[in-house]
């Protein structure tokens, strides 16, 4: 009996984190099959995808609504797979608005839920707690602050600290001059970086506003703007959302991009917390669907969105939100910390506190210990 494992990520820090995960797991038995859904570097990893994260780039409440056929579909095809392979095991990565709702389908089918990398139930309420108490077998957090709150609600909850730790460490980086030189950069100038997003809606919604002012900031402030492309994303789409083309393109190597840059106009979400581990001042931008806004505007419980300020439990970077993602407020914030030595580099200096905000390095060979011992447990029953 094949020792088949299900896991689900729906977006591209999903999938970096994911692609670790299953290196570890493949590390403890080689015979593991996995399949799922996933991106390029989970499929690298020896994990056979049934969708690619691409397709399930739909984000917010009214883009949902218009692709629940496909969701449906998406839906069907994974519960036939897992009953088809007997799968028992089934590991979901963040992803909360699809994960959630197939994990209950998953559970009447008998199949054990780890759920790796929390819903982030602190800011959306706890309106899903019990929800996830009754579907989730166990729950690996990666913030501290996140046991004690599923623990407190009777969640199965292990904190085993952030896979971006060991992301980070073990990078192979270029040194600064054979980086700037592959991409014909001015070792003269610093980096303005954009990261307008790891999705095509995204980047279409983000990148038109950002790149006028990150063009204007980089020639009154002898920068040169990069625009970090998303594993997952055809470069060429940046083209075509904007007449101004001064700026580089650079796929692949956004770790030696946030090591590199002086400053960032960063997209909120895993980005900027990853931005501010290396110590990266940045504004951040964040921008979806009117109707999107209006529901998120009125169910989310905490005060800021980044999640480098989130982590900090402060405001440290400023946050762009909706209507204020345009040229002109992008410039203007940007040139409050560019034009002023001694706030930039406070922000430097708060930003190298988040390090040890997030426990040792690790969490990926913790969390597939883990989910290991719940499959071997499932596959004896199984085999039985």
């Given at each position: 009996m094949s020792k088949n494992i299900l896991v689900i990520a729906g977006e591209a820090s999903g999938d970096l984190h994911g692609a670790s995960l299953i290196r570890e797991l493949k590390k403890l038995d080689p015979e593991i099959s996995i399949i799922g859904i996933g991106g390029n570097r989970m499929k690298a990893q020896g994990m056979e995808l049934l969708f690619h994260i691409n397709q399930m780039a739909f984000l917010g409440f009214a883009e949902v609504v218009k692709h629940i056929p496909f969701i449906r579909k998406v839906q069907e095809k994974i519960l036939t797979e897992a009953a088809e392979r007997q799968i028992k095991t089934a590991v979901?990565?963040?992803?909360?608005?699809?994960?959630?709702?197939?994990?209950?389908?998953?559970?009447?089918?008998?199949?054990?839920?780890?759920?790796?990398?929390?819903?982030?139930?602190?800011?959306?309420?706890?309106?899903?707690?019990?929800?996830?108490?009754?579907?989730?077998?166990?729950?690996?957090?990666?913030?501290?602050?996140?046991?004690?709150?599923?623990?407190?609600?009777?969640?199965?909850?292990?904190?085993i600290g952030h896979p971006l730790l060991e992301q980070i460490k073990d990078y192979p980086y270029l040194d600064k001059e054979s980086f700037f030189r592959k991409f014909d950069l001015d070792l003269e100038k610093g980096i303005l970086l954009v990261l307008p997003g790891?999705?095509?809606?995204?980047?279409?919604?983000?990148?038109p506003q950002v790149i006028p002012a990150a063009v204007k900031l980089a020639h009154e402030y002898n920068l040169q703007t990069v625009v970090a492309c998303s594993h997952d994303i055809d470069e060429t789409i940046f083209s075509n959302l904007s007449t101004i083309k001064d700026y580089r393109i650079i796929k692949d190597h956004t770790y030696d991009l946030y090591k590199f840059s002086d400053f960032g106009i960063i997209k909120s979400g895993t980005s900027t917390l990853e931005a501010g581990l290396f110590g990266l001042p940045m504004v951040v931008v964040y921008t979806t669907n009117y109707m999107t806004y209006?529901?998120?505007?009125?169910?989310?419980?905490?005060?800021?969105?980044?999640?480098?300020?989130?982590?900090?439990?402060?405001?440290?970077?400023?946050?762009l939100i909706q209507n204020d993602v345009n040229p002109e407020k992008i410039y203007k914030e940007s040139s409050i910390l560019l034009s002023d030595p001694e706030r930039y580099q406070a922000m430097k200096d708060q930003l190298s506190a988040l390090r040890n905000k997030l426990g040792l390095i690790g969490a990926s060979r913790k969390g597939a210990d883990i989910i290991y011992s719940y499959l071997i447990r499932n596959h004896a029953q199984v085999s039985e």
């Open positions: 979901l990565i963040d992803y909360p608005g699809f994960n959630l709702n197939i994990a209950g389908k998953l559970k009447e089918q008998n199949v054990d839920i780890i759920y790796y990398i929390a819903p982030q139930v602190w800011a959306w309420g706890l309106s899903r707690m019990k929800k996830i108490k009754r579907l989730v077998s166990k729950m690996l957090v990666v913030f501290p602050f996140e046991e004690n709150l599923f623990l407190k609600s009777g969640v199965n909850a292990e904190y790891s999705r095509v809606q995204e980047v279409k919604k983000i990148f209006l529901i998120g505007r009125s169910v989310i419980k905490i005060d800021r969105i980044a999640l480098v300020n989130i982590v900090a439990n402060e405001k440290i970077v400023t946050e």
